[in-house]
Nanobody, 121 residues
Framework: QLVESGGGLVQPGGSLILSCAAS????????LGWFRQAPGKEREGVSC????????KYADSVKGRFIISKDMEENAVYMQMNNLRPEDTAVYYC????????????????WGQGVQVTVSS
């Protein structure tokens, strides 16, 4: 099970932190990723991290602005989003993969319910 929190409305240039708590058998070994889907667009990979909390990957559109991290003890993943832009507006989903972790949504087995992030003045 994956439960996200932390979405909301923020002005351009602002920051948000998204959180995702993972639970279930062997969930601590799964790679975790963040994906987003804007209205009328396909779901896209934003960032991901391996089960042991290493090897972070980022989409080009968020490199240098977003930071993904994992709390091994809490079995939770976080994404610090800085310098947010209107084009970052989307529903953000946390997902878990039994594979090594990429930005390809087809490689993810479990999905959270999603949280809305809106960047607007």
């Amino acid at each position: 099970q994956l439960v996200e929190s932390g979405g909301g409305l923020v002005q351009p240039g602002g920051s948000l932190i998204l959180s995702c708590a993972a639970s279930g058998p062997n969930s601590e070994y799964y790679a975790l990723g963040w994906f987003r889907q804007a209205p009328g667009k396909e779901r896209e990979g934003v960032s991901c991290i391996s089960g042991y909390g290493g090897s972070p990957k980022y989409a080009d559109s968020v490199k240098g602005r977003f930071i993904i991290s994992k709390d091994m003890e809490e079995n939770a993943v976080y994404m610090q989003m800085n310098n947010l832009r209107p084009e970052d507006t989307a529903v953000y989903y946390c997902a878990a993969s039994q594979l090594t972790g990429t930005l390809d949504p087809t490689e993810y087995d479990y999905w959270g319910q999603g949280v809305q992030v809106t960047v607007s003045s």
